[in-house]
T-cell receptor, first 115, second 112 residues
């Protein structure tokens, strides 16, 4: 069966510090991978998605970046965090487009607080 | 384009009350429709899904019917429990693209 891991679970970082959040998927090959952010009490904002190694699509201009160094690894980074980067970060995977339906499967999330 | 419009919350119900959360969509192509649930501090879990018109998805007493004529996928439950307190997201995907489209979420609180 497939599983998706995110770490760390919680993170408190000062403004201006770097960030690295990691997501890995097990039990599937060539998944689509997604990073979402959820501000407190708000909906989901798609940040990045990837359809393959080294292929990253950015949905929202910001000071965050994403990388996919391996097939089942997706990393969210920042060189200098802003207060507005605080939120709940969710990683998700799905099978590639073209299947009859492509539901997304979510990780447990990382709670980031920038002080 | 593709989008989901979801009933605004928050919703507060007494235990054993009937629940409806409205969801309508617009889509290019033929979408699949989903309801996700998010419990406090957790990621999203798939609650139910429907992949073609008139399909009814159901799980844990929740159900939703894919209505193409009204472009809707309303979530219902006949008798809610305190443990159903969560945020519910309606979503769609189209097989011509790689993205998911989520509604803004509806917070449900069930009081004893």
């Amino acid at each position: 069966s497939q599983t998706i891991h995110q770490w760390p679970a919680t993170l408190v970082q000062p403004v201006g510090s770097p960030l690295s959040l990691e997501c890995t998927v097990e039990g599937t090959s060539n998944p689509n991978l997604y990073w979402y952010r959820q501000a407190a009490g708000r909906g989901l904002q798609l940040l990045f998605y990837s359809v393959g190694i080294g292929q990253i699509s950015s949905e929202v201009p910001q000071n965050l970046s994403a990388s996919r160094p391996q097939d089942r690894q997706f990393i969210l980074s920042s060189k200098k965090l802003l207060l507005s980067d605080s939120g709940f970060y969710l990683c998700a995977w799905s099978v590639p487009a073209g299947v009859n339906y492509n539901e997304q499967f979510f990780g447990p999330g990382t709670r980031l607080t920038v002080l | 384009g593709n989008s989901v419009t979801q009933m605004e919350g928050p919703v507060t119900l007494s235990e054993e009350a009937f629940l409806t959360i409205n969801c309508t969509y617009t889509a290019t192509g033929y979408p699949s429709l989903f309801w996700y649930v998010q419990y406090p501090g957790e990621g999203l879990q798939l609650l139910l899904k429907a992949t073609k018109a008139d399909d009814k998805g159901s799980n844990k007493g929740f159900e939703a019917t894919y209505r193409k004529e009204t472009t809707s996928f309303h979530l219902e439950k006949g008798s809610v429990q305190v443990s159903d307190s969560a945020v519910y997201f309606c979503a769609l995907s189209v097989n011509t693209g790689n993205q998911f489209y989520f509604g803004t979420g509806t917070s449900l609180t069930v009081i004893p």
